[in-house]
């Protein structure tokens, strides 16, 4: 939907200084709308106990992600690279949450060795880590109200986490390993925008986690209800209320735990927080007709892979063109893919070459998310601080990075086999 009122009115009045000076194209991020957000997450909690871990994966800007743990986040990592760009920033220990599925050994040597939370995802990663973290958490597999988000799958088409009806013997196995602190962690729903099934998927993970205390005989040091939570990318879609959503969660867990045992609270939102917070700003470069009315723009899918890949819609604005006759347009960028598209017959003002557009709603999964096939390198990445001050968090990619990694010189790697010996040297007796 289109960016926050207060964003518009800082970024609007200085976007064409910017752009004329800058160059197109680029994301751009509302520090301010960023940080308000997180704010109102914990605000939601009140004094009761809880921490917001920024999925890293949404935005692994470290200006992004110093800012958000200077506002008391921590950080959700699911690869090494991940957990050194946390380190980089200053994030150790319990600051960080380690969720990965198929990890390798070594990955898990990594997370254990910086002291994040680390969540197992399966029973077979666990037993083969040697020595375990102080705390072990499982991740349950997605199952009951979960199963409806596709992009986790059903109990039975999911690879994350553990079955929920073998939960109870994986702790029972850790803590015959002498494991004496525990978490639990959900797999609860993706973008998902219904705050009544958002609070009924997180508190059936509170309710999972206490019948698996009861049963095993532990306590939780808490629970993690994961990510997931959606924006309105369509006009008229109405964001989640947080502090609905927020109620549910500690409902159910005063229901669940009433005896003052009650596990602190971690989520792993990350959409959720920089999403509505971020647009990317292109150009017009071309107006054609092909069958139908096409506009051309200066960024490609590489800069912004969501409509092209999922058919996923981010509205899509021309704002200095007002007053314009509007109609239909597909809206496309320069890979030799037709599915690199923005946005499929649109109603739009009638372009001029040179117009600036707003693609909205990029805040998350937009850069972060980008390739360079085709040539087409990602673009940089500028943040509007609070005073109004744009600063550049990231340069656009040039030549030089798209081929840092290639050997110009080939290095070897495996000697080619010997040549096969003559039948005279292996012995043949003619």
Known sequence: MPIAEGFAQRLLPVLEELVAA????????????????????????????????????????PAVLSMLLDE??????????ELALADQVGAGGEDVVFTSNNTAGWEYDLARTAGALITFDDRVIFDR??????????????????????????????????????????YRAARRRGVTRFGIHGMTFANELDVGHAGRSSAAVVECAARVAEEVGIAFDYINVGGGLGIPYRPGERPVDFRAYADVILAAR??????????????????????????????VVNRVRKGR???????????????GFYGAYHHLTLPYATGRPERAFDV????????????????????????????????????????????????????????????EIRRAEDFTDYVATVRWQPKPVLAAPSAMPSAQQAGDPR
């Open 332 to 391: 496309v960028g320069s890979l030799c893919e037709n599915m690199d598209k923005f946005a499929v017959d649109r109603t739009l003002p009638e372009p001029h070459e040179g117009d600036i557009a707003l693609i909205h709603d990029t805040g998350a999964h937009g850069h972060a998310m980008g390739f360079t096939y085709n040539g087409r390198l990602r673009p940089a990445e500028l943040l509007m601080t609070p005073t109004g001050e744009v600063v």
């Open 22 to 61: 800058y160059g197109t194209p680029f994301h751009i991020y509302d520090a301010q709308g960023i940080v308000d957000t997180h704010r109102s997450m914990v605000s939601a909690f009140g004094t009761e106990p809880f921490r917001q871990y920024f999925a890293v994966k949404a935005l692994p800007n």
């Open 254 to 283: 005063r229901r669940c735990f009433p005896d003052g045992t009650a596990p602190r609270i971690l989520m792993e939102c990350g959409r959720y927080v920089t999403g509505p917070h971020g647009v990317l700003v292109t150009r």
């Open 72 to 81: 008391g986040s921590g950080l959700d990592c699911a690869s090494p690279t």
């Open 129 to 170: 880590a040697e020595p375990l973290p102080e705390t072990v958490a499982f991740r349950v597999s997605p199952h009951g109200l979960a199963q409806r988000s596709k992009l986790m799958g059903d109990a039975a088409g999911t690879k994350f986490g553990v079955p929920v009806a073998e939960l109870a013997d994986a």
């Open 293 to 307: 009315d096409i506009i051309g723009v200066d960024a490609s899918m590489s800069s912004l892979m969501r409509p």
